[in-house]
């Protein structure tokens, strides 16, 4: 049985569909890259199974919330009401759970809290168009 407790990781953000859920997952969720290695140990030894097969990201967990958005703060308290950009820094606590469905079972990893403690906010339509370099 996974010790179930919560982890409380320093990550880069990647991916944060906080406030939207992805169009992909219909998921609130954020990617926790270049965990350190006592993060990517907790969170084996709870466990959360921690990837690391995209060199951009090091070993990474996409946490995830079906029904709620993803509440970020500041280190201040101040709500996150922005987007953010990949590449942002915070302090996660992920909160593992099991579960079952269809035969299957597993742990995932849900979210108590995140404070973001290097925003940089996503403007839409400031990236570079790399399809239309010449």
Same mark, same amino acid.
């Given at each position: 049985? $996974? ?12 991916? $944060? ?24 140990? $907790? ?28 509440? &970020? ?18 302090? &996660? ?6 579960? @079952? ?11 108590? @809290? ?18 239309? &370099?010449?």
């Amino acid at each position: 049985m $996974a010790n179930l407790k919560p982890v409380v990781v320093k990550a880069d953000l990647m991916w $944060a569909y906080l406030d939207t859920p992805s169009k992909k997952s219909k998921k609130y969720q954020v990617d926790l890259c270049n965990l350190s290695d006592q993060a990517v140990t $907790a969170l084996k030894n709870s466990g959360v199974k921690v990837r690391n097969d995209k060199p951009e990201k090091g070993a990474f967990i996409t946490v995830k919330s079906t029904k709620y958005p993803i509440k &970020a703060e500041l280190e201040d308290g101040t709500p996150v009401e922005c987007k953010v950009k990949n590449g942002s820094k915070g302090i &996660a606590t992920v909160k593992p759970y099991e579960w @079952k469905w269809d035969g299957d079972s597993g742990v995932s990893a849900g979210i108590n @809290k995140l404070v973001i403690t290097d925003l940089i906010e996503y403007v839409e339509g400031s990236e570079v168009a790399v399809d239309n &370099a010449l």
